[in-house]
């Protein structure tokens, strides 16, 4: 039997190694479809209930698989869906491949039902590569292509291909003029830099007295080298949030993230630092990193179209981390004064002692710090951990103690609402003998969580490990843009935009046969995340959690912003305006922001 060209693209991406698309079905995939029934389902289907969510799945198999993530949606509608999942993935510089249907040839130009011009708008988000199909002797060039160049840029592509071309006997390029063929595969390479940029940035470093490291997710597995590299400079090291799993917490001398949802230990650490080494990161908020005339800098980056971008460096090297790290320890001395060390450790433990009085400070009923705090203290070594956008994302940040081999990712760009629980989903298919938590939002969960808890129940029994757990911070209150209302316009609550109906997320969940609690009592918090995580099923945990309970800037006190807000509610604004001024700038300053960064 002739091949079709559906058969081609799945065979292309066996041959990848891809073993799960994500996706949604309609009728300008219906050939695709059809292939995939005479492939008796290989790759996998994994059916998530909106194409946005398959979208997100991918990211997050992608993120936690160190590999490449696929997802695929018909025509028009379908497609167009994709789209926020790929500007997360793009901007949070993942690799990503879309197979996206379109209208038959024929329609093409007639304003067709569900004709979208793709290619426009794939344009942007699949910037690096984005073509159409149009005959089967494309491939399978256009999809090796795609898959290379997502790859090697870390970043979503494109392959759009009409309906009625899935149905077309297959047959390959030619050796001739105007075809193209091509090959599978691609080994991976690391860039070095040149030596007399290795011997300044040592000369630099073994200059400095209070050395400050910044790290981001592009130092991903170099956890030796950077330990060895902080020891030789006395050096502490800042997260930033895509980092967060670069290292782990428990070392006294890293500080923990960095930012609007950083700790005090890091802000003082760049406060009082003559030196500051960035390490595969791009983060944005300069005002978080050192004075402009107060360091000398050094930035190492595998991109050079990203380096240098953000801090006035005095050195920019373009290498891959692990290898420049390698080459670079053997050129630095040794630091034998190690005060500043000793500062850096001591304003760690200062942090993690005031974080664990902030999360069992008393609130009504829950305070939502307690709820991270406690599962922080019971985490599996293996976890993978996902945190939504909003306030979600600052308990994250602030109050897991990630061990060694910990994963944990979210939204760090695009900051995007709706991701926490298809990122999970996503990391149960990269590593189906992990557990998953997913830390949620009750306006993430309405927006699309709930949803997405049915592609849980369905595909539980695929999963070695089955757990994975979500956890509802219910409060009734889209939270974050609430403070980020008190402290950037000095508005109380806008009740219209930001109250949310009340929802019971356990009932739901145990309508779907998973493992669910309503906790409503700080003392059961623990419990709660003891039964879930000795389970063998998914679990929904609701926890009922205080509105009321801030997001702080690094440096400002717990009390400050918890009583500018209550003078707000009762409308105290005499009250309210001499304390918010105490805050507001350092709110100002900070806000929108600090849920980003790599």
């Known amino acids: 039997m002739t091949d079709l060209v559906g058969d081609v693209i799945l065979a292309r991406l066996r041959e990848w190694g891809v073993r799960q698309v994500f996706g949604y079905p309609g009728d300008g995939i219906n050939g695709l479809l059809a292939a995939w029934v005479r492939a008796r389902n290989d790759p996998e289907f994994v059916q998530a209930r909106h194409e946005e969510m398959a979208a997100f799945e991918a990211v997050g198999y992608a993120k936690f698989s160190d590999g490449l993530g696929v997802c695929t949606a018909t025509s028009g509608p379908g497609a167009i869906h994709l789209l926020n999942g790929l500007y997360d993935a793009k901007l949070d510089h993942v690799p990503v491949v879309a197979i996206v249907g379109q209208a038959e040839r024929t329609s093409l130009g007639g304003s067709y039902q569900q004709e979208v011009d793709l290619l426009t708008t794939f344009k942007d988000v699949c910037s690096a590569y984005v073509q159409m199909c149009v005959v089967p002797q494309q491939l399978p060039n256009l999809l090796d292509r795609a898959i290379r160049v997502a790859l090697a840029e870390r970043t979503p592509t494109a392959v759009i291909v009409p309906a009625d071309v899935f149905d077309l006997e297959y047959e390959p390029p030619e050796h001739t003029f105007r075809h193209v063929p091509s090959s599978l595969g691609m080994s991976t390479g690391r860039t070095l830099p040149d030596r007399n940029s290795l011997t300044r940035a040592a000369d630099i470093l073994n200059s400095g007295e209070k050395v400050a490291m910044l790290v981001g997710q592009g130092a991903r597995g170099c956890a030796v080298e950077l330990t060895e590299l902080a020891g030789l400079l006395g050096a502490g090291v800042a997260k930033a949030l895509l980092g967060k799993d670069v290292l782990p917490d428990t070392e006294p001398w890293v500080t923990g993230a960095i930012g609007l949802l950083g700790t005090t230990a890091s802000y003082h650490m760049m406060r009082e630092a003559d030196t500051l080494l960035t390490i595969g990161s791009n983060f944005p908020y300069t005002q978080f990193l050192p004075d402009f005339d107060q360091v000398r800098a050094i930035q190492i980056d595998r991109s050079g179209t990203w380096i240098g971008m953000r801090y006035p460096y005095e050195l920019n090297i373009v290498g891959d981390a692990k290898t420049t790290l390698r080459e670079l320890i053997p050129l630095l001395r040794y630091k034998r004064e190690r005060t500043w060390r000793e500062e850096i450790e001591e304003h760690t433990r200062s942090w993690w002692r005031t974080a664990e009085r902030y999360a069992m400070t008393p609130a009504d009923p829950i305070n939502p710090m307690r709820i991270v705090h406690e599962l922080s203290e019971q985490l599996p070594g293996n976890a993978i951990i996902t945190a939504d956008s909003g306030t979600a994302a600052d308990w994250y940040a602030r109050h897991l103690r990630f061990r060694s081999r910990m994963r944990g990712s979210l939204s760090g760009t695009l900051a995007t609402m709706g991701s926490a629980v298809p990122y999970a ?141 209550k003078a707000m509610l009762r409308g105290d604004e005499n009250a309210a305006g001499v304390l918010r001024h105490s805050v507001k700038q350092k709110v100002r300053q900070h806000l929108p922001g600090g849920s980003s960064a790599d």
């Open 425 to 565: 989903i996503g990391a149960k298919w990269a590593h189906p003998d992990r557990p998953a938590i997913a830390l949620v939002g009750d306006g993430a969960m309405q927006m699309n969580g709930l949803a997405e808890l049915i592609t849980v129940a369905r595909y539980r029994q695929h999963w070695e490990d089955p757990r994975l757990v979500v956890a509802v911070l219910h409060n009734n209150d889209l939270n974050q843009v609430t403070w980020e209302m008190r402290g950037m316009e000095g508005s109380p609550k806008f009740a219209a935009s930001q109250t949310l109906p009340d929802v019971d997320y356990a009932a739901f969940a145990r309508g779907l046969g998973l493992g669910a609690a309503n906790v409503d009592d700080p003392d059961e918090v623990a419990g709660a995340w003891e039964r879930a995580l000795a389970d063998d099923r998914p679990w929904v945990l609701d926890f009922r959690c205080d509105p009321d309970v801030p997001p702080i800037p690094p440096h400002t006190t717990f009390e400050q912003v918890t009583a500018t807000a």
